[in-house]
């Protein structure tokens, strides 16, 4: 069974930045997309950032120009680096790695970041 393990979350004054990464625990092999998702209590999972093996990055509008995510398929990480950080970004983040050759989605256990003055 892969696990995700993410890292980088914590405390962060609005304006300031943090960089999210996330690892899987073995090799996988057929990645097609990695992403990252947020949730805040009451509300559903969404869609912050994702990439795609061949490079294709897309966006949430409301992180567009502030955040970038990158990822290396042959280590199995990706990464989201977060700038210009609001209140409004506060939120458990969630880390996801899709296998497109098993059609197996893996999701991480979530990282807290707080924007907070």
């Known amino acids: 069974q892969v696990q995700l393990a993410e890292s980088g979350g914590g405390l962060v004054q609005p304006g300031g930045s943090l960089r999210l990464s996330c690892a899987a625990s073995?090799?996988?092999?057929?990645?097609?997309?990695m992403g990252w998702y947020r949730q805040v209590p009451g509300k559903q999972r969404e869609l912050v950032a994702t990439?795609?093996?061949?490079?294709?990055?897309r966006y949430a509008d409301s992180v567009k120009g502030r955040f970038a995510i990158s990822g290396d398929n042959r280590k199995n990480t990706v990464y989201l680096q977060m700038n210009s950080l609001t209140p409004e970004d506060t939120a458990v983040y969630y880390c996801?790695?899709?296998?497109?050759?098993?059609?197996?989605?893996?999701w991480g256990q979530g990282t807290q970041v707080t924007v907070s003055s």
């Open positions: 990439i795609t093996s061949g490079g294709a990055t």
């Open positions: 073995r090799d996988i092999f057929g990645i097609s997309t």
């Open positions: 996801y790695i899709y296998n497109g050759w098993t059609t197996s989605g893996y």
